[in-house]
């Protein structure tokens, strides 16, 4: 039961968070916000919310660690499995500056992020400040994109890819009626969906012995990264390789500010020492794999992304030898 709770839960993640997007995105469309404005932020951030519930579930539930392995397993799937695996059929390049200058906010993030471990468990105080550079990093976006003289042409053509590669969306957003429930339904189906996913990993972990920190690094890692996984894929296949590269970076800030602040704020994280010699620096170095392609524009070629593929193979062996 324990195993048809976990693959039931992440199931239903992936289906609650593509009808809260197309829903969230359809609002935002009657509300008048423009594409550059839902391409930064709804779709952005959407992507993110199986993260953010599972993780509040888990504080909540007691296993507060098991949001921790979510986020650090998250953002090195993000990287090496959700950018390397599009690349191994669809080969793209990003020459987007707003790809570039978040990108550089999500390296000093993670270096912050990497800090805070070592000062022990995540507290009100570290979810405070998380939760504060969150909200100064969207403030910091919206504003950038409204000044027309600081956003370059490709920015406001990076957002309006990532709406328009919203294959499914209508022609037409959805009445306010139908995506107000949308929204609910995709918000409820989240709520649920993690609920009985955090209920099944508790239970997978204690019957083979590993810790919850384990079970947050890779199953739940992977099953809510799906939702980016998909959107990378119809990225790169339309040639977007900026949408594709600006969807994960986006998320991974997400996931450092908002998922842990948000977990920590209903229950203190204690820190594994596991993470503080392994998971934090592989997650470091895939961080920092990213720059020569932010910097220097090289091209993700397909055996670029086998390479990351079988990184993330490697870390996923290494995980299952301590175990």
């Given at each position: 039961?324990?195993?048809?709770?976990?693959?039931?839960?992440?199931?239903?993640?992936?289906?609650?968070?593509?009808?809260?997007?197309?829903?969230?995105?359809?609002?935002?469309?009657?509300?008048?916000?423009?594409?550059?404005?839902?391409?930064?932020?709804?779709?952005?951030?959407?992507?993110?919310?199986?993260e953010?519930?599972?993780?509040?579930?888990?504080?909540?539930?007691?296993?507060?660690?098991?949001?921790l392995?979510?986020?650090?397993?998250?953002?090195?799937?993000?990287?090496?499995?959700?950018?390397?695996?599009?690349?191994?059929?669809?080969?793209?390049i990003?020459?987007?500056?707003?790809?570039?200058?978040?990108?550089y906010?999500?390296?000093?993030?993670?270096?912050?992020?990497?800090?805070?471990?070592?000062?022990?468990?995540?507290?009100?105080?570290?979810?405070?400040?998380?939760?504060?550079?969150?909200?100064?990093?969207?403030?910091?976006?919206?504003?950038?994109?409204?000044?027309?003289?600081?956003?370059?042409?490709?920015?406001?053509?990076?957002?309006?890819?990532?709406y328009?590669?919203?294959?499914?969306?209508?022609?037409?957003?959805?009445?306010?009626?139908?995506?107000?429930?949308?929204?609910?339904?995709?918000?409820?189906?989240?709520?649920?969906?993690?609920?009985?996913l955090?209920?099944?990993?508790?239970?997978?972990?204690?019957?083979?012995?590993?810790?919850?920190?384990?079970?947050?690094?890779?199953?739940?890692?992977?099953?809510?990264?799906?939702p980016?996984?998909?959107?990378?894929?119809?990225a790169?296949?339309?040639g977007?390789?900026?949408?594709?590269l600006?969807n994960?970076?986006?998320?991974?800030?997400?996931?450092?500010?908002?998922?842990?602040?948000?977990?920590a704020?209903?229950?203190?994280?204690?820190?594994?020492?596991?993470?503080?010699?392994?998971?934090?620096?592989?997650?470091?170095?895939?961080?920092?794999?990213?720059?020569?392609?932010?910097?220097?524009?090289?091209?993700?070629?397909?055996?670029?992304?086998?390479?990351?593929?079988?990184?993330?193979?490697v870390?996923?062996?290494?995980?299952?030898?301590?175990?």
């Open positions: 039961m324990a195993y048809v709770e976990v693959i039931a839960g992440l199931i239903l993640l992936v289906i609650a968070g593509d009808v809260l997007i197309r829903g969230a995105v359809s609002a935002a469309a009657n509300f008048g916000l423009s594409k550059l404005v839902i391409g930064l932020t709804v779709i952005a951030f959407g992507t993110s919310a199986p953010l519930v599972v993780g509040i579930d888990a504080g909540l539930s007691g296993v507060p660690t098991l949001a392995g979510n986020v650090v397993g998250s953002n090195i799937a993000n990287i090496l499995l959700v950018i390397g695996f599009p690349a191994i059929f669809y080969p793209f990003s020459d987007s500056s707003e790809v570039k200058r978040n990108y906010i999500m390296l000093g993030g993670t270096v912050l992020f990497m800090i805070l471990c070592t000062t022990g468990p995540f507290t009100h105080f570290h979810a405070t400040l998380l939760l504060i550079l969150l909200v100064a990093f969207v403030t910091n976006s919206y504003r950038v994109s409204r000044l027309g003289r600081e956003v370059q042409e490709s920015d406001v053509t990076l957002a309006e890819k990532a328009e590669d919203l294959d499914e969306l209508p022609e037409e957003p959805l009445t306010t009626l139908r995506a107000t429930l949308c929204i609910v339904a995709g918000l409820a189906g989240l709520v649920f969906g993690a609920d009985i955090v209920s099944g990993a508790v239970d997978v972990a204690r019957t083979f012995n590993v810790s919850e920190a384990i079970i947050g690094l890779t199953i739940i890692a992977i099953g809510t990264s799906l980016e996984l998909v959107t990378s894929i119809m790169a296949r339309h977007h390789g900026d949408v594709a600006g994960i970076i986006g998320s991974n800030i997400f996931n450092l500010y908002a998922i842990m602040g948000g977990t704020f209903v229950a203190n994280v204690p820190i594994p020492d596991s993470f503080l010699h392994i998971d934090l620096w592989v997650m470091a170095a895939s961080s920092a794999a990213l720059i020569p392609f932010i910097q220097w524009k090289i091209r993700f070629t397909r055996v670029i992304g086998l390479a990351f593929c079988s990184a993330y193979i870390y996923l062996w290494i995980l299952g030898t301590i175990i």
